[in-house]
C-alpha cells in the first residue's frame, strides 16, 4: 500500500517535472544563474560551461546545481557561485559540501561576515574537523580579529599538530609577536611534512634572518619563492575541474609569455625547471591564475604557457 502510493507519488512527480519543463519554467531552474559572459576562456572552458548548466536545470537537484557552483568557483566567478551554492544548500540543507564550498568561496571573496556564518555551520556538522577551525581563524586573522584566530587556530592545532593552515596562521601572530623562536619551533615540524610549503620557508626565513643565521636565511627565503600552497582535498576537486580546459595549447607564444607574464613574480629560470607531466603544469599555471586572475592570463595564454613548458623538458 505503502509501495504503491510512493510510486504514485515518484510518477506524479516526474509527469510533473516534465511538464515544467515543457513550459520551461521548472521552479528551481529559473532561480539558477544566468551564464556570465566568457571573455577570457577558451571553448573548451565554455562548453564546460553550458554542459553543467544544462545539466542543473535538468536535474534541477543539490548534486548537480552544487557541481554546478564548483566549476564556477573554480574559475573565480564568484557570483555565479554563490548563486549555486544557495540554491544547492536549500535543497540539501545538510550537505557538507555545499557549506564547505560556499564559505571558502566567501573568504576568498573578502566577505567575512558570510564566509564566518559557513564556517560556523559546517563546525556544527563537523565539530572537531582540524582544517574547519584553522580556516576559520585564518578567516578572523585576515579580518585582524588576533585573539578569535588564536583561539580557533590553537583549537586546529590541538586537533591535528600540524594542520598547515593553522600552523601558518599560528607563525604569522609569533612574528607580529617577534616570537622568532616561536616561529621556528612550530614550522620546524610543519617543514618535515611538507618540505615545499612555501610560506612556511618564508617565516622560518625571515625568523633565522632575525636570529642572525645568514645562511639559513638565504636558504629559506630561497626556497620560499618557489614551492607549493595549501590546498585541501576538497579544494583539490574543486580546482581540477579547470585543469583539462588547458592541456592541449599552441607553444609557439610560450617563451613570450614566460617574459611577459610569470617574470613579474618569478624572475630565476629555476621556477620552470621541473620533470613533472603536463597535467602538473597545468595545474601550477591554473594556480597562479588563481593569484594573479583571468584577465592576468587568458585560458589560450595558459594553454601555451603548458605546452611549451612541458615541450621543453622532452626536447632539451
Ligand atoms: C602573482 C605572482 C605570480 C605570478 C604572476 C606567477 N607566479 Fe608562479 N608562483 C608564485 C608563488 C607565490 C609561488 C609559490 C606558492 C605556490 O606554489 O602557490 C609560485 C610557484 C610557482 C611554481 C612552483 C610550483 C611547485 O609546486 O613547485 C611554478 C612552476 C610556477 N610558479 C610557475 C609560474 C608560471 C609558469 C607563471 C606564468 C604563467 C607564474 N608562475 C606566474 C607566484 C606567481
Known amino acids: 500500500m505503502v509501495a504503491k502510493r510512493l510510486v504514485r507519488t515518484v510518477v506524479v512527480k516526474r509527469v510533473a517535472i516534465s511538464l515544467l519543463l515543457l513550459s520551461g519554467c521548472h521552479p528551481v531552474a529559473e532561480r539558477l544563474p544566468g551564464l556570465p559572459t566568457f571573455t577570457y576562456q577558451n571553448d573548451d572552458s565554455v562548453s564546460r560551461f553550458h554542459e553543467a548548466d544544462a545539466l542543473a536545470r535538468l536535474d534541477a537537484d543539490a548534486e548537480s546545481i552544487g557541481r554546478l557552483g564548483m566549476l564556477y568557483h573554480a574559475y573565480q566567478f564568484h557570483a555565479e557561485g554563490r548563486a549555486s551554492y544557495a540554491l544547492a544548500r536549500e535543497l540539501a540543507p545538510n550537505e557538507y559540501r555545499w557549506i564547505y564550498y560556499a564559505a571558502m568561496l566567501e573568504k576568498t571573496a573578502f566577505e567575512y561576515e558570510a564566509a564566518e556564518s559557513l564556517f560556523q555551520r559546517a563546525l556544527e556538522i563537523r565539530p572537531d574537523d582540524p582544517e574547519l577551525w584553522a580556516e576559520l581563524g585564518d578567516l578572523y586573522l585576515m579580518w585582524a580579529r588576533r585573539e578569535e584566530a588564536?583561539?580557533?587556530?590553537?583549537?586546529?592545532?590541538?586537533?591535528?599538530?600540524?594542520?598547515?593552515?593553522?600552523?601558518?596562521?599560528?607563525?604569522?601572530?609569533?612574528?607580529?609577536?617577534?616570537?622568532?623562536?616561536?616561529?621556528?619551533?612550530?614550522?620546524?615540524?610543519?617543514?618535515?611534512?611538507?618540505?615545499?610549503?612555501?610560506?612556511?620557508?618564508?617565516?622560518?626565513?625571515?625568523?633565522?634572518?632575525?636570529?642572525?643565521?645568514?645562511?639559513?636565511?638565504?636558504?629559506?627565503?630561497?626556497?620560499?619563492?618557489?614551492?607549493?600552497?595549501?590546498?585541501?582535498?576538497?579544494?583539490?576537486?574543486?580546482?581540477?575541474?579547470?585543469?583539462?580546459?588547458?592541456?592541449?595549447?599552441?607553444?609557439?607564444?610560450g617563451p613570450d609569455l614566460l617574459q611577459v607574464k610569470c617574470a613579474r613574480c618569478h624572475s630565476h629560470d629555476r621556477i620552470y625547471d621541473h620533470d613533472q607531466d603536463r597535467r602538473w603544469w597545468a595545474r601550477t599555471v591554473r594556480r597562479m591564475q588563481r593569484e594573479a586572475g583571468w584577465q592576468w592570463l587568458t585560458d589560450d595564454e595558459a594553454a601555451s604557457v603548458v605546452a611549451y613548458l612541458d615541450e621543453r623538458k622532452r626536447t632539451d
Open 150 to 253: 588564536r583561539t580557533h587556530l590553537d583549537r586546529g592545532l590541538a586537533l591535528e599538530p600540524v594542520q598547515p593552515v593553522a600552523a601558518l596562521g599560528v607563525a604569522r601572530l609569533l612574528t607580529l609577536e617577534q616570537d622568532w623562536d616561536g616561529v621556528i619551533a612550530l614550522i620546524t615540524p610543519l617543514l618535515e611534512r611538507h618540505p615545499r610549503l612555501s610560506k612556511a620557508h618564508k617565516f622560518v626565513g625571515a625568523a633565522y634572518g632575525v636570529l642572525g643565521d645568514a645562511e639559513l636565511e638565504a636558504f629559506h627565503m630561497e626556497e620560499g619563492e618557489y614551492g607549493s600552497a595549501v590546498a585541501s582535498d576538497l579544494m583539490d576537486e574543486l580546482n581540477e575541474l579547470a585543469v583539462p580546459a588547458i592541456i592541449q595549447g599552441d607553444p609557439a607564444p
